[in-house]
C-alpha cells in the first residue's frame, strides 16, 4: 500500500516543527557561547572553532527547515509532488524517502550528475 500525500503532509508537518525546535536550540547556543567571554587564548580558539561548527549546523539545519516549509506550502497551492523542472508528477516511492524532494528521480540525478 503506497503512502498517500495526506500522509506526506503530515509527516512533513512534525518534520517542520522538529526541525525549527533544533534551530532555534543551536541559534540560542551559537548566541550564548558567543566569544570573547574568556580570559585565556586557548580557550578563545576553542571557542571559535565550536561556535563555526554550530553556525555550520545551523546554517545546514535552516536550509533544510526551507526546504520542508517549501514542500508545506506547496500544499496550499496544489503543487505538492510534481518535479520543478519537467512537471511530471514524482513517484509516491521517492516521495515516502524524500518528502522535500522538489524533482522527480530523472531531473534529480542529472542535476547531480552535471555537478
Ligand atoms: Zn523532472
Partial sequence: MPVSYA??????ASKEAELSTQLQ?????????GVGYSNHMADVGTEVFEQA????????????HRLVKQALE????GTYGICESCGVRIEL???EVVPEA??????????????
Avoid: P, T, W
Fill in 93 to 95: 516511492a521517492r516521495l
Fill in 53 to 64: 561548527r554550530d553556525i555550520g549546523l545551523a546554517n545546514q539545519l535552516a536550509a533544510s
Fill in 102 to 115: 522538489r524533482l522527480c528521480f530523472d531531473c534529480q540525478s542529472r542535476l547531480e550528475h552535471r555537478r
Fill in 74 to 77: 506547496k500544499f496550499e497551492d
Fill in 25 to 33: 536550540d543551536i541559534q540560542r547556543e551559537v548566541r550564548e557561547e
Fill in 7 to 12: 500522509e506526506l503532509r503530515c509527516r512533513l
